[in-house]
């Protein structure tokens, strides 16, 4: 049965039932079809290289909560943007990426732009991968990719859509379905793990990334505070999950094997929820667990808990999960809260001198950053004076690249703003760069620009890699090439992309230029010298 609609007309129906009306992209030629005669309700966001346009998509669906749709171009386009799709995966961003395929006619004899494996090329980092059998199949195709993106563990999903596909008859309209996004646990195990839980002497909970994406904050504060156990974040974690000045607070727990069984050491449980166990780098060997610690993970994604090496697992939702156990656990009243850390007054900010160090750069721009803005962090060497001087204190406000590449920070900030622009949402973006970092999707800049996004990057120009310095002193391997960054005009590049720009030597003229960028119509990159300084690894 024809309905008298092409492809294109009901995947475009479908795609506004699904609010999918974003379109992150760079547009090729075996596109084309897909965006032809684009409609007025949609928007296109056009970034300039296809790792930019993917990093976008993913800080646009984690500030929406909605998947994003992301459109490559065909073989090339989907290599380009293979980097933000491991990231993308890594965190569970909800996304439907698209790229176009030469002709169904040509395919046989592999034409110029033809992407012979299209569904292989993008795995293992997507869900789901397909191309459509036959024309009529591509609007159900972009339903089951909806479907199979949201539902937890939800993440991308990859279409390959030949372009001649889309001005074919269509068989009716598209099916329009619902599925689930919360997975509820297994009650009897819950309350095993309960029982556990209400047992232990001196707890320790961990409190990772799905916790902050299931909307679970509150859940969580009220949880620890019945507790009153310690609350540590996952290492390297892409999203924060519990206020970083709450007294219980203790930090992220170390990277190595060696560095979370000493935190371990003298509590008898760990209680993680949303994290996987654990995200170590380097390799510092060491027991698991300590001798009289027990673990239990609360986890919605099957093969976070498969892969745990030590403990006990319950598959479920980490809001449903914490709300449930807030009632099913009974501490000890003359449990003793734990200290947290100790943080600095606003009367201790440090004597800083040029150039500066991280820690001045954090403590100065604390006086000043607005309490509700979003943090992007890609300047991983100074994190724990991130965390010191701006402790994320609300929900859906600090985001980090799940993969460990670089690249993701500067898109992602984009796409964050754009979300919040997209749901109503007013508030300051500030990103933390690296130098080093800075220069891979640098071309995000132009979007940022053209849209005029109230994003401050603040770039400390160390001009090195610190993060593989000290992997260099880890690891014993000296004299290893490319760890230094000389002759970089970041300012220069960032204004050749429209960007309002200045490089700063004090922290006077740091807190200054952020406060005009603050007031500012648009984007601003903040460049400050600063001195290198090594992190700690362990």
């Known amino acids: 049965m024809v309905s008298g609609k092409t492809v294109h007309e009901v995947t475009y129906d479908l795609l506004r039932s699904l609010g999918l009306t974003t379109i992150f992209g760079n547009p090729g030629s075996t596109e084309q079809t897909f965006l032809q005669n684009f409609p007025d309700d949609f928007t296109y966001v056009l970034g300039l ?23 490559l171009h065909t073989a090339a386009g989907t290599g380009n943007a293979m980097g933000s799709l491991v990231a993308a995966y890594r965190a569970n961003t909800p996304m439907i990426v698209t790229a176009g395929q030469q002709t169904r006619e040509m395919s046989l004899c592999d034409p110029y732009l033809n992407n012979p494996d299209a ?19 591509v609007p159900a195709a972009f339903m089951r990719a909806y479907a199979v993106a949201t539902q937890p563990p939800a993440g991308p999903v990859f279409l390959s859509i030949p372009l001649d596909d889309w001005n074919k008859p269509a068989l009716g309209p598209a099916v329009v379905r619902t599925v689930s996004r919360r997975v509820q646990p297994d009650e009897q195990r819950l309350r095993a793990f309960a029982a556990r839980i209400s047992s232990a002497r001196r707890p320790l909970l961990v409190l990772g990334p799905e916790v902050d994406r299931a909307g679970a904050w509150a859940a969580g504060i009220a949880f620890a505070e019945k507790l009153r156990a310690p609350v540590r974040g996952g290492p390297l974690s892409d999203r924060c999950s519990f206020p970083e000045d709450h007294p219980l607070y203790g930090g992220p727990l170390p990277l190595t094997i060696a560095g979370v069984s000493e935190v371990l050491t003298g509590h008898d449980l760990a209680i993680v929820i949303g994290a996987q166990v654990f995200r170590y780098y380097p390799f510092v060997p060491g027991d698991y667990l300590p001798a009289g610690t027990d673990l239990l993970q609360v986890t919605a994604d099957p093969h976070l808990a498969a892969t745990a090496p030590v403990g006990d697992s319950l598959l479920g939702d980490a809001g449903v999960v914490l709300e449930q156990l ?5 501490m000890p009243r003359d449990r003793q809260a734990s200290p947290g850390l100790q943080r600095p007054s606003s009367g201790d900010l440090p004597a800083a001198s040029a150039p500066l160090l991280p820690s001045d750069v954090y403590a100065a721009l604390s006086t000043v950053k607005p309490d509700d803005a979003a943090v992007v ?35 992602a900030a984009v ?34 620009a053209q849209h005029s996004l109230p994003i401050v990057f603040v770039v400390q120009r160390n001009g090195e890699y610190a993060v593989l310095k000290s992997f260099a002193l880890l690891e014993e391997t000296p004299h290893v090439p490319g760890m230094d960054l000389p002759g970089l005009d970041i300012c220069s590049l960032a204004r050749g992309f429209g960007c309002r720009t200045a490089s700063v030597e004090d922290a006077e003229s740091l807190v200054s230029e952020f406060k005009a960028a603050l007031e500012a119509d648009g984007p601003t990159v903040l460049v400050v010298p600063t001195q290198p300084q090594l992190p700690f690894l362990g």
């Not at 990093?55 to 929406?64: C, E, L, N, R, Y």
């Not at 569904?119 to 199949?137: C, F, G, H, I, N």
């Open 49 to 71: 290289q296809e790792a930019s346009v993917l990093a976008m998509a993913d800080g646009f669906a984690q500030s929406t909560g909605n998947a994003a749709l992301v459109n």
């Open 119 to 137: 569904t292989l090329m993008p795995q293992p980092w997507v869900k789901w991968s397909y191309e459509p059998a036959r024309a009529e199949d």
């Open 326 to 330: 807030l009632d099913l656990v009974e």
């Open 377 to 411: 962090m890609e300047s991983t060497s100074t994190l724990a004076d991130l965390i010191t001087w701006w402790p994320t204190r609300r929900p859906g406000s600090f985001f980090a690249t799940g993969s460990g590449g670089i690249g993701w920070g500067v898109p």
């Open 415 to 448: 796409g964050i703003a754009l979300g919040d622009r997209a749901r109503g949402v007013k508030r300051t973006v500030v990103a933390s760069i690296g130098d080093g970092s800075f220069q891979y999707s640098i071309q995000a800049l132009w979007t940022a």
